[in-house]
């Protein structure tokens, strides 16, 4: 993954598209920007990132300005636990939706 992006590289990869609202909908806070982090992220990449640093902090402000929260909060997602698992693997999950788009 680049590090650094230009804003309308930004808006090409990392906008959300219509199914992506429908999927973080029901989410709100942190979980609502990671979820929408890990879904472009495993997009973009085929896989999920291993570590917050590992995302690009622009992509971060980016999509947080998108669902309404503070990129900020993002670190304190939890990479462990039920909500990870969940986002990845869920019915409702990320790996899911990507397949669904042909990844």
């Known amino acids: 993954m680049k ?3 230009e804003p309308d590289e930004l808006i090409g990869t990392w906008t959300l598209a219509g199914s992506d609202w429908e999927l973080i909908a029901n989410k709100t806070g942190v979980t609502r920007l990671g979820f929408a982090v890990m879904l472009k992220f495993y ?3 085929g896989r999920f990132p291993a570590y917050p640093e590992e995302v690009p902090p622009a992509a971060v402000r980016y999509l947080g300005s998108l669902v309404s929260v503070d990129p900020a909060l ?3 997602y939890s990479w462990r636990g039920r909500t990870i698992e969940y986002h990845s693997a869920g ?3 990320v790996r899911d939706t990507a397949a669904d788009r042909g990844r």
Do not use: S
Request: zero cysteines.
């Open 3 to 5: 590090a650094e992006w």
């Open 43 to 45: 997009e973009i990449e």
């Open 74 to 76: 993002f670190a304190k």
């Open 91 to 93: 019915p409702q999950g």
